[in-house]
């Protein structure tokens, strides 16, 4: 769809006659064109006449992959404690996540590279924020639920011995 719209904006002239709804789209963002594909071939950059937009589409996906690992080494960390099973499939998930990441980048336009970036560093931030504001609560209600069920065993270790005495 990303193409098709870019096609229409290209020709916008031709299709504007079509309906009064069509909007012209600027697919430029910093300096790239993102409804283009980034291109892995990085020997043919210094053929182009500008290099920027060029190594800017290739870094697209590279930031994508790198911020993809960022997030989930930030999400692992921030998790706390885990069994050993998930450990193990969450360092499956950490290794092969960017990697994934990386080969459907090269494969879209350079906008689905910049939205996926943009997730993970929102995912980052967001991990960040609501573990500094949500870990001393939890722990301080953990605290005072451990502290309860000390009560309430002391409680009824009194009760059992009463009764015992009683029985006595």
């Known amino acids: 769809?990303?193409?098709?719209?870019?096609?229409?904006?290209?020709?916008?002239?031709?299709?504007?006659?079509?309906?009064?709804?069509?909007?012209?789209?600027?697919?430029?963002?910093?300096?790239?064109?993102?409804?283009?594909?980034?291109?892995?071939?990085f020997w043919t950059f210094f053929k182009e006449p500008e290099l920027w937009p060029v190594l800017g589409l290739f870094a697209i996906p590279f930031l994508a992959a790198f911020?993809?690992?960022?997030?989930?080494?930030?999400?692992?960390?921030?998790?706390?404690?885990?069994?050993?099973?998930?450990?193990?499939?969450?360092?499956?998930?950490?290794?092969?996540?960017?990697?994934?990441?990386?080969?459907?980048?090269?494969?879209?336009?350079?906008?689905?590279g910049i939205y996926w970036a943009a997730g993970s560093a929102i995912q980052i931030v967001q991990d960040l924020a609501l573990s500094k504001i949500y870990r001393k609560q939890y722990e301080r209600e953990n605290a005072e639920a451990i502290e309860r069920e000390k009560r309430r065993q002391a409680e009824w270790e009194a009760k059992k011995a009463e009764t015992e005495r009683l029985r006595e």
Do not use: W, Y
């Open 1 to 41: 769809q990303i193409s098709q719209a870019q096609f229409i904006s290209e020709h916008f002239d031709a299709f504007k006659g079509i309906s009064d709804k069509l909007v012209n789209i600027d697919f430029n963002f910093l300096g790239l064109n993102i409804g283009q594909m980034p291109d892995f071939r």
């Open 67 to 112: 911020l993809t690992m960022v997030q989930s080494k930030v999400s692992e960390k921030t998790n706390g404690a885990q069994s050993q099973q998930q450990q193990s499939a969450n360092a499956s998930m950490t290794a092969t996540m960017p990697i994934i990441t990386l080969f459907f980048c090269f494969g879209m336009p350079a906008a689905m």
